[in-house]
């Protein structure tokens, strides 16, 4: 039996790079696991002592958020991520995002008015104002965690951070949700969330973004294609 095993177990026992692979596909999914479930368990903290209206109101601003920062982490992002390093302009990228991310946070402040009429939702007017924060600190994390996951062996850093994060607004959630801010218990939940990510990414990634204005490496950007 002995012997059989010895012959078989090169071939049973699985490569070292699957192996690696393998853990950081955990690694990455219970990363998000935490990050999903803190939402969720806020979320169902606060159902308890919101109205419908203000819970309501809660969730369109954060489908308007979700849509601004799906814009900073697609097209700009991805060149960042996956650009040749003789290739990479990434004060250019970074001066691109802030190009989205600014006009992003002045519209989600300066309509916030008319959004709030439109939704028959006077809540969602603070909202909005308070949530046109998250598209500025979204530049910078955007931007420094294109260049932190450049680095493969670095993918454990960045899960630590989302944990990390998720972990300590959750306690903030609670604790404001429990000392009866109510609504304002999940705007700070959420603007937190946005800070704390621009903060741990700022400790993983020291190196500070400069603007810059050069057309041809705008083009560079903006032309990227993937390839």
């Not at 691109?96 to 991310?101: K, M, S």
């Not at 959420?190 to 400069?210: T, Y």
Request: proline share 4%; glycine share 10%.
């Amino acid at each position: 039996m002995r012997t059989v095993w010895r012959r078989c177990a090169p071939t049973c026992i699985m490569p070292s790079e699957a192996r690696r692979w393998l853990s950081w596909v955990g690694a990455g999914v219970a990363a998000r696991s935490v990050s999903h479930g803190a939402t969720l368990l806020v979320m169902l903290a606060a159902a308890r002592s919101l109205s419908p209206s203000a819970m309501g109101a809660y969730v369109l601003a954060t489908v308007v958020v979700a849509l601004v920062m799906l814009l900073l982490y697609s097209g700009v992002y991805e060149y960042l991520l996956r650009a040749d390093p003789q290739a990479l302009h990434a004060d250019a990228g970074f001066t691109v995002l802030l190009c989205i991310g600014l006009p992003m946070a002045l519209l989600m402040g300066g309509g916030a008015g008319l959004t709030a009429r439109l939704f028959h939702s006077p809540e969602l007017a603070g909202l909005l104002r308070a949530f046109a924060v998250i598209p500025l600190a979204g530049c910078l994390s955007a931007w420094r965690e294109a260049l932190l996951l450049r680095d493969s062996s670095r993918l454990h850093h960045y899960n630590a951070i989302i944990v990390l994060r998720d972990l300590a607004c959750l306690g903030l959630g609670w604790g404001l949700l429990a000392a009866g801010w109510g609504l304002g218990a999940l705007v700070a939940y959420r603007i937190g969330v946005a800070l704390a990510g621009a903060v741990l990414m700022r400790l993983a990634v020291p190196r500070s973004p400069r603007l810059d204005l050069d057309a041809a490496r705008w083009r560079a950007v903006l032309s990227y294609g993937g390839g």
